[in-house]
């Protein structure tokens, strides 16, 4: 029952009136890495925010057992680690330090306690001397890295990425999917980028105007010429 | 492009830099205060004053001519208090047309020039020795409100990504700042329009704003984040800070009661 | 290559950001316990009135205000306008969040930029912060009240709190300077005055450009605004209290720099009721400033306040002229 992330037609519509996610149902079991693709608009960030209940829509989620839902947000947060596209956005505090310990000490847990979980963490993502730095002098491929980081200090289950590769130069994207092949938490990763799709994550959802209208194997979805066609998607 | 020029902060390996924020910040403002507490007039304690703020800048090694240049930005200000020169009353020196300068006049008048600059130049080494989360750090010592120092801390991490994307406004519309070749016509629009301009990117910059707010709230919220501002304790000051704390506090002191006995 | 602006700090409205060494101590002292007042009030109540999400977004709106300083625009004579910012914190937030906001932005001029003095610093965040949120908010519900809240109120209104939050504060700033005997207040109420009473037109162009985009584009964000009179009557009338103080006080202590003799004068004053309007200004000018100039200078700011009253007045009747139908 634990580690997975179980979605049961899950329906959303923004407060505009525009639906957003109809009928959505997944499901991920632990370790598991899985792409989730599909045009902008699809629904894919959409998705991702009902996962720690930043949105909350009709249907069910629930996350390493746990029904997302009020009550239940402080450990739904811990064990569901949302890296956002816009590194920026994550990046708030004064400095790389605060920043990673953010998630710990929100956690209430120990000065001792944090301190080690930020060395962890920023060891984790090979950051370990940019404590003291402050976030605007670095560069987007560090940003994004301390931006793993101030999820992975709270030791979540599983990752979700939004658009991770997006705005990344050709080597800090190597770089970048190397760091992910670390990693040893389940990955649901929302993505443009088919080449890293191809290389990392054996299993792909697509989505389409809030529906998901393919869920296998990559290499099945990718060597489906009228799927990809039909949902704006290229293969690598 | 990237805006690293509003970051007065310059590292260097100085005495100056290595002190504890807390104590920077409170020698800062007990210079500022005694510097505003000496009477006018009492030009030796003026002299000390500047030869102390000199000596810390030179500690510093942020350059002295760099940290007097700055200090000027404070001078058109200077204009409020001109008139002093000819109305407050006194020995006439110098006049011009209808205006007399006075003895007592421009002994007022250099004395706030004075003040100000010596002033200006103690918060410039401030700035430019902490980084600011170590000045937030000496707010929150201070007992400024966690809520505050909270505020300040973002605006100060997003001051620069908003700045960014105003230049990126302001680049756009200068991009679109045509003339014409050959044209008599008056060229930039009326004063209205160029406001309504600006003001269109003042509002495009506010919802920027709201919008960024927004995902900055939700990445908080996704990192447990409840309403409450939560920060570690602060850490202890060590002996020999606080030292050279006493030793600054005192000799301004000394500075100041001088002042008021000889000139007071 | 790029113009200038790009290469420089950025410049607050010139003259209001006082330095250190131009305010007395007495005065710099009272202006800061006051400010800590007020501005430890709206603490307290901005923990009561905003949600969770208070943080962020004073915090991203203060560094708004703060790159927004930097766009500008050229006004004839080559001076350029610049945003204060007090007027839209306070409609898009309410006053209380505004306070704190504006007090954020004018601290770190003052602490990393040098804009302003450390010691004067309780000064201008009562000048900038206070009293110009204040006065804002005052000017800004009374139109919308006036006008029974139909769209066009938010321009209107959104322009006078512009512009009345920079001459206001103006006015705050130079009684400061002449309380603590640097400027005369002959000297610097018309001069203060004067000048802001130009450049806050600028501001309130400017906050009218960004209501009206913020309108067009995120309605919502006005309703949610509007629905709660967040900062309350406390806040109108001194809103009301201040301005008035101010625009009376000034003209007042202008044409009466000697203080506390004005009571003696005003007897003087009212037996010359007789005589033509500039003449009764008493010649306490200026040495140098005929006792026209200084009269020119001061129509100037009166009409101002006419203009300003005619603005109030157009509202009033527009409102009894059309029926309401609320938009959404």
Redesign the interface.
């Known amino acids: 029952m634990h580690h997975t992330i179980e979605v049961e037609h899950l329906s959303y519509s923004y407060p505009d009136g525009h639906p957003a996610l109809r009928d959505v149902s997944l499901t991920i079991a632990p370790c598991e890495k899985v792409a989730l693709v599909g045009p902008n608009g699809a629904g894919k960030s959409t998705l991702m925010l009902h996962l720690n209940g930043i949105l909350r829509g009709q249907g069910h989620v629930r996350v390493c057992g746990l029904e997302v839902g009020d009550g239940n947000l402080g450990k739904v947060r811990a064990a569901v680690g949302l890296v956002f596209q816009d590194p920026d956005d994550q990046l708030f505090s004064p400095t790389v330090f605060d920043d990673v310990a953010f998630g710990p000490l929100y956690q209430g847990l120990t000065e001792a306690e944090v301190r080690a979980r930020v060395d962890q963490a920023l060891e984790a993502v090979h950051m370990r001397d940019y404590a003291a730095r402050v976030s605007h002098h670095l560069s987007v491929g560090e940003k994004k890295r301390i931006a793993i980081a101030t999820v992975l200090s709270m030791q979540p289950e599983i990752l979700a990425l939004d658009e991770p590769t997006a705005g990344l130069d050709p080597r800090a994207r190597r770089g970048f999917i190397n760091l992910l092949r670390e990693l040893p938490q389940t990955m649901l990763v929302s993505t443009h980028d088919m080449r890293l799709v191809a290389e990392l994550l054996p299993r792909t959802v697509v989505m389409d105007d809030g529906r998901v209208v393919a869920d296998g194997p990559t290499e099945a979805i990718l060597n489906d010429p009228a799927l990809l066609e039909a949902h704006g998607l290229e293969k690598p | 492009m990237h805006i690293h020029f509003l970051d007065p902060y310059r590292p260097r390996p100085s005495l100056i830099h290595r002190l504890d924020p807390r104590v920077k910040f409170a020698l800062t403002l007990a210079f500022i205060l005694a510097v505003a507490l000496t009477p006018l007039g009492a030009w030796p304690v003026y002299i000390l004053l500047f030869s102390i703020v000199l000596s810390v800048e030179i500690l510093s090694e942020l350059g002295v001519s760099d940290v007097l240049k700055r200090s000027t930005l404070a001078l058109p200000f200077a204009l409020a208090a001109l008139p002093m020169l000819f109305t407050v009353k006194g020995l006439p020196l110098l006049t011009i047309g209808p205006l007399t300068v006075t003895q007592a006049g421009l002994e007022r008048f250099a004395g706030i020039a004075a003040k100000s600059w010596i002033s200006a130049q103690m918060a410039i080494v401030l700035a430019s020795s902490t980084p600011f989360p170590d000045l937030l750090l000496a707010m929150r010592a201070f007992k400024i409100p966690r809520l505050l120092v909270a505020i300040l801390g973002l605006m100060w991490r997003y001051l620069f990504v908003m700045a960014d994307e105003a230049l990126r406004l302001m680049r756009a519309r200068q991009a679109r700042s045509g003339q014409p070749a050959a044209s008599a016509a008056r060229v930039g629009g009326s004063i209205a329009w160029r406001a309504r301009v600006t003001g269109g990117m003042a509002g495009n910059l506010v919802l920027r704003s709201f919008e960024r707010a927004d995902r900055i709230y939700a990445a908080m919220a996704s990192r447990g984040y409840d309403g409450e501002v939560r920060a570690f304790p602060l850490p202890h000051i060590t002996r020999g800070q606080q030292s050279i704390l006493a030793l600054g506090l005192g000799l301004l002191t000394l500075l100041v009661l001088g002042g008021f006995l000889f000139w007071g | 290559m790029?113009?200038s602006?790009?290469?420089v700090?950025?410049p607050a409205p010139?003259?209001m950001?006082?330095?250190?060494?131009?305010l007395s101590?007495a005065v710099?002292i009272t202006f800061w316990v006051l400010s800590v007042i007020v501005?430890?009030y709206a603490?307290k109540r901005?923990?009561q009135d905003l949600?969770?999400?208070?943080?962020?977004?004073?915090?991203?709106?203060?560094?708004?205000i703060?790159?927004?300083q930097?766009?500008?625009?050229?006004?004839?004579g080559g001076t350029s306008?610049h945003?204060l910012g007090a007027a839209?914190a306070t409609i898009?937030l309410g006053p209380w969040a505004a306070v704190?906001?504006l007090?954020?932005?004018v601290?770190?001029q003052?602490?990393?930029?040098?804009?302003g003095?450390?010691?004067a610093l309780g000064a201008n965040i009562f000048n900038m912060g206070i009293v110009g949120v204040a006065v804002s908010y005052f000017v800004y519900r009374t139109i919308q009240k006036l006008a029974g809240g139909q769209s066009w109120s938010v321009l209107v209104g959104g322009f006078a709190a512009g512009w009345t939050s920079i001459f206001i504060a103006a006015l705050a700033c130079a009684l400061q300077?002449a309380l603590s005997g640097?400027?005369?207040a002959n000297?610097?109420v018309p001069?203060m005055g004067g000048i802001h009473a130009l450049i806050g037109a600028?501001e309130g162009?400017?906050?009218?450009?960004?209501?009206?985009?913020?309108y067009a584009?995120?309605r919502?964000?006005f309703q949610a605004r509007q629905a709660r009179p967040v900062g309350g009557s406390a806040v109108w009338i001194a809103g009301l209290a201040i301005a008035l103080a101010l625009a009376v006080a000034s003209p007042l202590a202008s044409s009466h720099p000697d203080g506390l003799e004005w009571v003696a004068e005003q007897k003087g004053f009212l037996d010359v009721a007789h005589k033509p309007l500039f003449e009764i200004i008493p010649d306490y000018a200026?040495?140098?400033v005929s006792n026209g100039t200084l009269a020119t200078i001061l129509a100037g700011i009166l009409g101002a306040l006419i203009v300003f009253g005619v603005a109030f007045a157009v509202a009033y009747t527009r409102r009894n002229r059309q029926p309401v139908p609320t938009d959404h």
């Open positions: 790029l113009a602006p790009v290469l700090p950025p010139p003259a950001h006082i330095p250190d060494g131009f101590v710099s501005v430890g603490l901005v923990n949600g969770e999400r208070q943080v962020p977004m004073m915090g991203v709106l203060a560094a708004c703060f790159a927004g930097m766009l500008n625009f050229s006004v004839a306008g945003l839209i898009l704190l906001v007090t954020c932005v601290g770190v003052a602490l990393i930029f040098q804009d003095g450390l010691l300077l640097t400027s005369p000297v610097a001069a600028g162009l400017i906050t009218v450009g960004a209501l009206a985009f913020l584009t995120r919502d964000l200026f040495p140098g």
